[in-house]
């Protein structure tokens, strides 16, 4: 049998080992994610080892742990952080909780030769971030680069090939973190047996015999993965064997829909639409909370998806079932146990379990990620604007559309004008809409404090954000009228924004608008998600935009992205040129407290 490269990548928590995982990948070998539970013959089909970072410490009793008999397979491992703390720990050496958390940027002192550290100079900027520390190695184990406040910043016992780092190398600030990756592959020996080129190449046979003599029938959202999934399949097994639908739901993007359909066309590849707008549109009437809204979009779109597909005769003997999931769909429910997101994705729900274990569903790119999945699309002939797209939730711009009543019974509260007199010339006003969050693992439903543009850096504006909603629950989210240094003497009337074709197109325009910045300005790759809200605030038949761009990891945590003022200045002169656009704010929450969606 043909021998198979890969690192596996075994998972103990927090968002290390995607990462990790990934960058790998980058660099030219197939990785896996494992559990920390995996039996010692599944690790022995991999070249090389990689223990992530976690949250844990090695000294609590139900902290995850390891089988010690893997360090005797004589495979190359490499422990990063906690993983480095467990395999001291495990071997007989000691781990002890530090006086203090270290976190940030160090100076990496390189003490002898190592493989690891090939191309290292003499002192090497690394990120650190950890609470216990080594304080004895075990055995067999020697010191090859310290930092001032870690000892044991990079340990290895060379014999063995095991390696230790306390630092992280998958992340940016570890300048060079690509290296010691590329340094543990090539003691690893996998240097280039991996390429998205060769694996497209493999796919197409892979699709084909495991399609066999059936066809595929898929649901196409519009977004990057069920769009390159369809394609990869069209291309695989033909157009005639391929059948795919997309549901219009009234709440898409600018043309979205037509980009789509004209791109495949031009690609020789059909796709059929089912334009329900209307349905959606008057089934939302009058509708204003977040979650009713989302139950009848959910319910209906269903209802719509089951309906149409009815009109193409598929049966079961003739048809399987096409899925867009990704990698990190595959595994962040459950299947790595220590990994803190808690969510079953949908495509992993009980039901599409059972028809993947009878073969009735095919995914042809669960193996990657988000990057190599865009990668993928370009490689396949989609267009830059299809493949970077941001993350666009299911219920689309219906999420974006603040349809709620004014509130009344709000009060001016005390507490803020407390907070706001530390900083110098704050005016600020309540807008009486709710809006959704989170805080611990609680959403909250709250309204939004406004204050006034005078000139403060971002960093002062986050401080003022994360104070007001630290210290009044009754306020998720802090905005600025940017450019304004005065707003007392403004007026915010509150109207009404139903959902319906006439609004949509509205917030479609606006949305538009900021797209088309991102991409000659070359931030869509910078900003994580750009989400454009449209809020009840304005005279007599005009409303406002709310912007909320983020930066982000996986949207489990956000931070507001701090925009350039001129092109913020340049983007609120062409929102405002919408006729019944009169306000532009700007959205400066982090999440938590406030979520990506304003809902
Ligand atoms: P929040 O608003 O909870 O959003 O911070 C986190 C991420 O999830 C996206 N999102 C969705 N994605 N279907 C999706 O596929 C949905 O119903 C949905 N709702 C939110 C949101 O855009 C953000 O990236």
């Known amino acids: 049998?043909?021998?198979?490269?890969?690192?596996?990548?075994?998972?103990?928590?927090?968002?290390?080992?995607?990462?990790?995982?990934?960058?790998?990948?980058?660099?030219?070998?197939?990785?896996?994610?494992?559990?920390?539970?995996?039996?010692?013959?599944?690790?022995?089909?991999?070249?090389?080892?990689?223990?992530?970072?976690?949250?844990?410490?090695?000294?609590?009793?139900?902290?995850?742990?390891?089988?010690?008999?893997?360090?005797?397979?004589?495979?190359?491992?490499?422990?990063?952080?906690?993983?480095?703390?467990?395999?001291?720990?495990?071997?007989?050496?000691?781990?002890?909780?530090?006086?203090?958390?270290?976190?940030?940027?160090?100076?990496?002192?390189?003490?002898?030769?190592?493989?690891?550290?090939?191309?290292?100079?003499?002192?090497?900027?690394?990120?650190?971030?950890?609470?216990?520390?080594?304080?004895?190695?075990?055995?067999?184990?020697e010191i090859i680069a310290s930092t001032r406040n870690c000892k044991f910043a990079a340990i290895q016992n060379l014999e063995k090939k095991i390696y230790g780092i306390q630092f992280h190398p998958e992340v940016t600030h570890t300048e060079k973190g690509s290296e010691l990756l590329k340094n543990f592959i090539s003691i690893c020996g996998t240097e280039?047996?991996?390429?998205?080129?060769?694996?497209?190449?493999?796919?197409?046979?892979?699709?084909?015999?495991?399609?066999?003599?059936?066809?595929?029938?898929?649901?196409?959202?519009?977004?990057?993965?069920?769009?390159?999934?369809?394609?990869?399949?069209?291309?695989?097994?033909?157009?005639?064997?391929?059948?795919?639908?997309?549901v219009d739901t009234g709440f898409m993007r600018k043309n979205e829909v037509l980009d789509l359909k004209l791109k495949l066309i031009q690609m020789k590849i059909d796709l059929n639409i089912e334009d329900a707008s209307l349905k959606f549109y008057e089934?939302?009437?009058?509708?204003?909370?977040?979650?009713?809204?989302?139950?009848?979009?959910?319910?209906?779109?269903?209802?719509?998806?089951?309906?149409?597909?009815?009109?193409?005769?598929?049966?079961?003997?003739?048809?399987?079932?096409?899925q867009g999931t990704i990698y990190p769909d595959t595994i962040e429910s459950g299947s790595t146990k220590h990994s803190e997101k808690i969510k079953t994705h949908h495509n992993r729900v009980d039901?599409?379990?059972?028809?993947?274990?009878?073969?009735?569903?095919?995914?042809?790119?669960?193996?990657?990620?988000?990057?190599?999945?865009?990668?993928?699309?370009?490689?396949?002939?989609?267009?830059?604007?299809?493949?970077?797209?941001?993350?666009?939730?299911?219920?689309?711009?219906?999420?974006?559309?603040?349809?709620?009543?004014?509130?009344t019974g709000f009060k001016m509260f005390q507490e803020l004008n407390q907070i706001l007199s530390d900083f110098s010339n704050i005016e600020y006003k309540i807008l009486p809409i709710k809006s959704v969050g989170v805080q611990g693992d609680k959403r909250t439903y709250s309204f939004s404090a406004v204050i006034n543009d005078t000139i403060r850096s971002y960093d002062e504006l986050e401080k003022i954000s994360t104070q007001v909603t630290n210290f009044i629950p009754e306020i998720n989210r802090v905005l600025i009228l940017p450019f304004e240094e005065k707003i007392s003497h403004l007026n915010f009337n509150y109207s009404r924004i139903e959902l319906n074709k006439k609004n949509s197109d509205i917030l479609r325009e606006a949305d538009a608008i900021i797209t088309k910045f991102l991409v000659y300005r070359e931030l869509l790759e910078k900003i994580w998600q750009f989400p454009v809200v449209l809020i009840p605030v304005g005279e007599?038949?005009?409303?406002?935009?709310?912007?909320?761009p983020v930066e982000s990891l996986e949207a489990m945590t956000a931070n507001f992205y701090p925009l350039d003022p001129d092109i913020l200045k340049e983007m609120i002169i062409e929102i405002k040129k919408i006729p019944e656009i009169q306000y532009v704010f700007f959205d400066l929450t982090n999440k938590p407290p406030g979520t990506i969606e304003w809902e």
């Open 283 to 322: 089934a939302l009437k009058g509708k204003t909370e977040p979650e009713e809204k989302r139950k009848i979009i959910g319910d209906l779109f269903l209802e719509i998806q089951s309906e149409t597909s009815k009109k193409f005769n598929l049966n079961e003997e003739e048809y399987i079932l096409g």
């Open 1 to 141: 049998m043909e021998k198979v490269w890969k690192i596996g990548v075994i998972d103990f928590g927090g968002q290390y080992a995607h990462l990790i995982a990934s960058r790998v990948r980058r660099l030219g070998t197939y990785t896996e994610i494992l559990s920390n539970e995996e039996s010692l013959n599944k690790y022995k089909e991999y070249s090389g080892l990689i223990l992530s970072g976690g949250p844990s410490s090695v000294y609590e009793e139900n902290s995850p742990k390891l089988d010690k008999e893997i360090f005797e397979l004589g495979i190359p491992i490499l422990g990063i952080c906690y993983g480095e703390q467990l395999l001291v720990h495990l071997l007989g050496g000691v781990v002890k909780q530090s006086a203090s958390k270290e976190y940030g940027k160090a100076f990496l002192d390189k003490k002898s030769d190592s493989l690891l550290l090939e191309k290292f100079q003499k002192s090497e900027q690394v990120w650190m971030s950890h609470g216990d520390e080594v304080s004895s190695i075990p055995e067999g184990f």
């Open 540 to 548: 007599k038949d005009k409303f406002s935009i709310v912007l909320r």
């Open 351 to 407: 039901k599409i379990l059972e028809m993947l274990k009878e073969g009735k569903i095919i995914e042809p790119i669960k193996d990657l990620y988000k990057d190599e999945v865009r990668e993928l699309g370009t490689m396949l002939g989609l267009d830059k604007s299809m493949v970077k797209r941001h993350p666009f939730p299911g219920p689309g711009l219906a999420v974006r559309m603040l349809s709620s009543n004014p509130q």
């Open 192 to 246: 280039k047996t991996w390429s998205l080129d060769e694996y497209l190449k493999r796919k197409y046979s892979e699709i084909k015999s495991e399609v066999g003599n059936k066809k595929v029938f898929m649901l196409i959202s519009g977004g990057v993965d069920s769009t390159v999934s369809y394609v990869l399949l069209a291309k695989s097994l033909g157009k005639e064997n391929v059948k795919g639908l997309l």
